[in-house]
């Protein structure tokens, strides 16, 4: 007797299948690529009585039509048959979809089991479903579970291990097919078995979802309520993290002085116990001050918000802006994605069939800001907000980051129309979007799994740069040649051009340093501007804004940084990630230029106004 | 009559898709088969996209896409 199996879930988008493959496996996952294709494939396993189950997580799908590289994913899965059992998740509040799926399923392998997931919101819709006979009709055994209370879980793996096990022998009852049209006769059979099984007739009452959808989606305040919403996660965000902020730099700084009493007591000389300290941790100190607090609040929130079924209603809302700019509707979640982070808004691009499209999406990704030039955007909308005391404080950096995040958003629609009417033409292909229940969000797996996810992956990326940039940094600020450190002569050559764009040489050359990751660009800018030996200690964000009165820079500066943050050459991961997706260098160039020729045009267009501007 | 030609809150029946190749099939996957209920919920601006109640989900169409579904209908009620 085998004492481990392998198991396979498939099922149709939101029927909260990966909540239930969260449930079985816990934490002990890895995601991986598909041999061969480029759709993420997700391995976990669980232990019951003494066995131990593999689980793949297939990818969401409709039906097993070899259409799109997701459903070829799964039908070569089933059909390897590698798997000893396979679950079909379906939503029992949406019955004949699901049954869709599994008698295509029952096709490939008769060792299927079918999962008749989200019973609690059946129950609450008064759907009764009889399991006996649903196991009747299709010759499978047939397992209720909520997921998301755990319910049913026992009964779920018993079933896999029998089945596995040999010791129960599903013998699904085949489907008359119509060879023209297979959906067709499957969908037909789906709604017969559905009808038998159903008990008690549901009382339709008007849901929370469409009530809620009336404001969400409606025409007059669906974009409104986005809007509001928005300046509220980041009025959270901003205020949330002020005070972390302030504990953690505190914190750095304290260790600063310990790091600093070691290296010397053991014996480091001052060559090498300045660029480390003062370079390398300062650098790391700066990043992880910063970042975490901002990004700690920011990704639950978020991760709430898409949990909570919000994203594809965003996408419903600016579907309008997309087709004009012929772009594909699902560059919306795409562009979404790329507020976390352009590289990952980058890789989700895949999520678009059409290559033409996929480009678009690609190339305007890095339009949006993602979460590393967040701090930029806030802590200029600091800078803002102290220059003008008499507005109300609090909200001024978060309505400076939010008119930078809409500013971005119409860039992203104006070039991707750009590009679909130049270099990219094309008949756009078609959008279906699914816009499943509102359903509350697991807060406490959530702020788990945000933090681990999203958190924690993007906070170490930016470590693992921060610290030889900050290194270098300190290197350039300290090695002269002819009386001059580098950093000057770079910053001195850049100049001209800095100068108008309503910039100066050393901004851009922080910008360009900046390159690995954009993090590092106002630490960068401060220590050039203190002409030092090191970077600022990081806590003082008055003394920072009178460094940069001190060199010269109003409120125009203070914008045209702004915009050149939103608009300039993507970073390092992200041009690696396009070079990767894309397979070629010209795209990665024109990825690259394009935000930089918008930057810079905007910046000279905007200074020349304001000198011209007769005041 | 195409889907597109319903308002809110109107219900058609399914009578044909004139889409082919993969628009067709990705249809007929989310239950688009002859004689199958459907019923207008949201109607975005301009008029499209447009969410449609179907088999117990809401799914959103672009007009275009709407087009290509021959309804015959039903009678309306929200």
Same mark, same amino acid.
């Given at each position: 007797?085998?004492?481990s ?18 449930a ?23 232990q ?14 409709y ?42 399923v ?58 596995a ?40 009452r ?9 404001l ?53 000389? &001052? ?5 480390? /300290? ?34 594809? &209603? ?31 808004? /980058? ?45 109300a ?5 978060s ?34 979007l699914?816009?499943?229940?509102? &359903?509350?969000? &697991?807060?406490?797996t959530?702020?788990?799994?945000s ?51 309503g ?38 964000l ?22 050149f ?29 394009l ?16 000198k011209?501007?007769?005041? | ?33 002859? #004689? ?7 109607v975005?601006?301009? #008029? +499209?996209?447009?969410?449609y109640?179907?088999?117990? +989900? ?16 039903? #009678?309306? +009620?929200?």
């Amino acid at each position: 007797m085998k004492e481990s199996c392998l198991a396979a879930l498939a099922g149709n988008p939101n029927t909260g299948k990966s909540t239930l493959f969260n449930a079985l496996t816990g934490l002990k996952q890895h995601t991986g690529n598909w041999p061969g294709k480029t759709v993420e494939m997700k391995k976990g396993s669980f232990q019951h009585h003494g066995w131990t189950c593999e689980v793949v997580d297939l990818p969401g799908t409709y039906s097993l039509t070899p259409a799109s590289p997701e459903e070829e994913a799964a039908r070569d899965f089933l059909r390897s048959g590698n798997s000893d059992a396979v679950v079909v998740v379906a939503d029992a509040t949406c019955l004949e979809r699901g049954l869709h799926l599994a008698l295509q399923v029952m096709q490939l392998t008769p060792k299927t089991i079918l999962c008749l997931n989200l019973m609690d919101e059946a129950k609450r819709q008064r759907l009764r479903l009889d399991v006996d006979e649903l196991e009747g009709e299709l010759g499978i055994p047939v397992v209720p579970t909520t997921a998301t209370k755990g319910e049913g879980l026992e009964e779920l793996k018993d079933a896999i291990i029998r089945v596995a096990q040999g010791q129960l022998q599903p013998r699904p009852v085949p489907v008359g097919s119509d060879a023209d049209e297979p959906a067709a006769a499957l969908y037909r059979r789906a709604e017969e078995i559905a009808a038998r099984v159903a008990r008690g007739s549901p009382v339709p009452r008007p849901s929370l979802t469409s009530r809620l959808d009336k404001l969400v989606i409606s025409p007059g305040f669906g974009i409104p309520f986005m809007l509001a919403l928005l300046a509220g996660v980041l009025w959270l965000t901003l205020v949330g993290a002020g005070y972390p902020s302030e504990l953690l730099a505190a914190a750095f700084s304290r260790g600063e002085r310990h790091l600093s009493l070691l290296l010397n007591t053991a014996g480091f000389p &001052r060559w090498l116990h300045d660029p480390l /300290v003062l370079g390398m941790y300062r650098g790391l100190a700066w990043v992880v001050a910063v970042m975490l607090p901002p990004m700690a609040i920011f990704f639950p929130l978020f991760t709430l918000l898409e949990d909570f079924g919000l994203l594809p &209603r965003i996408a419903f809302n600016l579907d309008r802006s997309f087709q004009r700019a012929g772009a594909h509707g699902k560059q919306s979640l795409t562009m979404a994605m790329g507020f976390g982070c352009n590289a990952a808004g /980058v890789v989700a691009a895949r999520i678009i069939d059409s290559p033409r499209e996929r480009l678009v999406a690609v190339l305007t990704n890095n339009f949006v800001p993602c979460n590393g030039r967040f701090p930029l955007l806030m802590v200029m909308g600091g800078v803002v907000a102290a220059a003008a005391p008499a507005l109300a404080g609090g909200w001024v950096p978060s309505l400076v980051v939010m008119g930078a995040m809409v500013v971005s958003v119409l860039a992203t629609l104006l070039v991707s129309r750009l590009l679909t009417a130049t270099i990219l033409r094309g008949e756009p292909s078609f959008f279906i979007l699914e816009l499943p229940p509102y &359903r509350l969000p &697991r807060v406490g797996t959530v702020l788990v799994r945000s933090f681990l996810d999203r958190t924690l992956a993007v906070l170490w990326r930016a470590v693992v740069v921060a610290a030889p940039a900050g290194l270098l940094t300190w290197v350039l600020a300290n090695v002269s040649v002819q009386g001059v450190t580098l950093l000057s002569h770079f910053s001195a050559w850049l100049n001209p051009l800095g100068r108008a764009m309503g910039l100066d040489g050393m901004i851009l050359l922080a910008f360009t340093l900046g390159l690995p990751a954009n993090e590092i660009v106002i630490p960068i800018l401060l220590m050039g501007y203190l002409s030092a030996d090191s970077l600022l200690a990081v806590e003082d964000l008055a003394a920072m804004r009178a460094v940069l009165t001190a060199n010269g820079w109003t409120w125009l500066t203070a914008l045209n940084f702004i915009i050149f943050a939103l608009f300039h050459w993507p970073c390092g991961t992200t041009l690696l990630t396009i070079r990767r997706e894309t397979g070629s260098c010209k795209w990665t160039l024109l990825a690259a230029l394009l935000p930089t020729a918008l930057g810079i045009c905007l910046c000279i267009v905007l200074t020349i106004i304001v000198k011209l501007w007769p005041m | 009559m195409t889907l597109a030609d319903l308002t809110r809150g109107q219900r058609g029946r399914v009578k044909d898709l004139r889409a082919h190749g993969l628009l067709r099939q990705r249809l007929l996957d989310l239950g688009l088969v002859p #004689g199958t209920p459907i019923q207008v919920k949201f109607v975005g601006r301009g #008029g +499209s996209p447009a969410a449609y109640y179907l088999r117990g +989900s809401l799914f959103a169409l672009r007009r275009e896409t709407a087009e290509q579904i021959l309804v015959e209908l039903e #009678g309306a +009620s929200l």
